[in-house]
C-alpha cells in the first residue's frame, strides 16, 4: 500500500510541475511591461526588442539630404535646412556629412543612458556623455552627431556661417543649431554635458 502512495504522489507531483511549466511559458514575462526605472540605471528585464531606425537607430552611410531616415527626417526643420545649406557647399570640397545620430525616440534614448551606466560605471560619468531623454536635444530633435572626421574639421571652421555649433568640448561631432552665430559667432562650448543647464531640469 505504502509503495501504490509514493507511486501516487510521484504521478501527482508530476503533472503538477507540467501544469505549472506550462503556465510559465504561456505568461508574458511580467517585468517586460515594467517601465525603466527614472534615472535609466536599471534595465528592463525581457525588453520586447532593440531600437530600430523608427527610434532613430542610424544605418550605415546615411547624410542630411536622407529623407527615407527618422533619425534625419524628424530633426528640427531650421537645423535640418542649416545642415543641408552646409553640406551643399563642403561638396564643393569634395566633402559629405554623414549622420552618425540624429533624433532618437525616448526609448533608444534610454537604453543608450543604461549602457553608458554599465560602461562607465556611475550615472555621473555617463552623464558626460549622455542625456536622459527628459533632456536629450536629440530626441526633441535639436541635435545631430557629424559623422567622419574631414566634415567635423570643415564644420569646425565654417559651421557658425550657418548657425551651426559644437556645443560641447568632449563631443566635437555634436552640433546644434545657433542662428544669431552667423552674426556673433557661436557661444562658449561647455566642457561636457553636466555643465549644460538644460541638463538639469
Excluded at 530633426?75 to 535640418?80: S, T
Excluded at 546644434?176 to 541638463?199: F, N, V
Aim: proline share 7%; hydrophobic share 35%; charged share 25%.
Amino acid at each position: 500500500m505504502s509503495r501504490l502512495l509514493v507511486i501516487g504522489l510521484i504521478a501527482v507531483a508530476a503533472v503538477l510541475i507540467a501544469v505549472i511549466g506550462h503556465q510559465l511559458s504561456r505568461s508574458p514575462n511580467s517585468s517586460a511591461t515594467l517601465p525603466p526605472s527614472s534615472s535609466g540605471a536599471s534595465p528592463p528585464n525581457g525588453e520586447a526588442e532593440d531600437p530600430g531606425e523608427a527610434d532613430g537607430v542610424v544605418p550605415d552611410d546615411v547624410t542630411v539630404f536622407d529623407d527615407g531616415t527618422p533619425a534625419v527626417t524628424k530633426l528640427d526643420a531650421g537645423l535640418l535646412k542649416a545642415l543641408r545649406q552646409a553640406a551643399t557647399d563642403a561638396a564643393d570640397d569634395d566633402i559629405a556629412f554623414y549622420v552618425n545620430s540624429g533624433w532618437r525616440s525616448p526609448e533608444y534614448q534610454n537604453q543608450l543612458l543604461r549602457k553608458a551606466i554599465a560602461e562607465y560605471g556611475s550615472e555621473y560619468e555617463a552623464a558626460r556623455w549622455v542625456a536622459t531623454a527628459q533632456t536629450s536635444p536629440h530626441v526633441s530633435g535639436d541635435a545631430v552627431d557629424i559623422g567622419r572626421s574631414p566634415a567635423t574639421e570643415w564644420l569646425s571652421r565654417h559651421g557658425a556661417e550657418y548657425g551651426l555649433c559644437q556645443i560641447y568640448k568632449n563631443e566635437p561631432w555634436h552640433y546644434e543649431l545657433r542662428a544669431e552665430a552667423a552674426e556673433h559667432g557661436c557661444p562658449r562650448r561647455y566642457a561636457d554635458p553636466t555643465e549644460d543647464p538644460r541638463m538639469r531640469r
